[in-house]
């Protein structure tokens, strides 16, 4: 019997085939897994509709922006209609605008502050309270970090920030939800190349100073998210929760 048979998922931030989000969902799916899939907007639909239609498996695919509480309201509904039970979440979303990934992070404004935050730390809680009535189960809830959470990443500035309030918020819901049998953790990956990190400058640089440092000698490939992210959803992670996981071939340990 495969890991994640009978189990139902629900999956944001799915863009595109290079999404660590569709990694990790193609991986959940290959274990048994029922999925549904969110997208941000029109803009995306066609491309998680082409995406989703490959995986042989009839999926709801509904849209959703994180910061609308009533777009989060109809996805779970519509969740509860379709699947009743729900036993996984995966949130692999984030967004601050663009200039405030440029400059010095002392010049972030109050409007790039609050939206980084609410898109990517204040939505983690908005979708763990409307996944857990689903979840009774128990279940597995993880998000998407990073190391400019924890460490100074140059230009990283506000994101490092509403990481690191991802990652507590990771905590304080997995002490709420473990009662529940609910765990929550995070991902923290090392770079890759996806749509999120195009067009960063110097990322090809990141790439390579990964590839000279990281004690594993190379970057982190997507089917290693996926296989981390069918970890954490599995009874191997049971008696894991509000941790950060580094997926990033060891660079975190690093002094120098
Ligand atoms: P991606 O662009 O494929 O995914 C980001 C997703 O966020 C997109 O699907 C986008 O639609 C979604 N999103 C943004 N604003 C949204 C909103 N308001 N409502 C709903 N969805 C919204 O890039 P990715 O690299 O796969 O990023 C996924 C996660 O992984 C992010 O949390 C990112 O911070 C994290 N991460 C990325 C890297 C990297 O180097 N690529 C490293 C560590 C962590
Ligand atoms: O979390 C991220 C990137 C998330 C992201 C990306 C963008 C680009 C387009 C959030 N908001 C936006 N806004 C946009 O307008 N990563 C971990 C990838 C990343 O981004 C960096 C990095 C790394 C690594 C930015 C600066 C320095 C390093």
Redesign the pocket.
């Known amino acids: 019997m495969s890991l994640l048979s009978g189990k139902t998922g629900i999956v ?5 085939r ?6 990790i969902a193609r991986a959940w799916v290959d274990a048994g897994a029922r999925l549904a899939f ?4 029109d803009r ?1 639909r066609e491309n998680v509709e082409e995406l989703v239609g490959s995986l042989g498996q009839e999926c709801p695919i509904i849209p ?5 509480d009533e777009e989060i309201q109809a996805t779970f509904d519509a969740l509860k209609e379709r699947f009743g039970v729900l036993d996984l979440m995966l ?5 601050a605008p663009r200039d405030a990934l440029e400059g010095r992070f002392l010049n972030t404004s109050r409007e790039a502050f609050r939206i980084a935050h ?3 730390a204040y ?1 983690l809680v908005a979708l763990a309270r409307a996944a857990a009535p689903l979840m009774v189960n128990g279940g597995s809830i993880m ?5 400019g959470a924890e460490k100074v990443v140059p230009h990283y500035n506000v ?1 490092g920030v509403a ?1 690191a309030s ?1 990652e507590a918020c990771t905590r304080y819901l997995a002490y709420d939800l473990g009662p529940q049998r609910i765990r929550v953790n995070c ?12 067009g960063i400058a110097g ?1 090809t640089d990141m790439l390579k100073h990964y590839e000279a440092h990281s004690p594993l000698r190379r970057n982190v490939t997507l089917d290693e998210l996926g296989a981390t992210g069918l970890f954490l959803a599995s009874e191997g992670a049971a008696a894991i929760t509000g941790q950060v996981l580094y997926v990033d071939g060891g660079y975190q340990i690093m002094g120098m």
Do not use: E
């Open positions: 944001f931030g799915v863009a595109n290079r999404s660590i989000a569709w990694a969110t997208y941000q907007g995306l959703c922006d994180v910061t609308k949130h692999s979303v984030a967004f609410d898109v990517s939505s998000g998407l970090s990073y190391y994101m990481k991802l991902i923290s990956a090392g770079p890759v190349n996806t749509l999120a990190a195009r990322f």
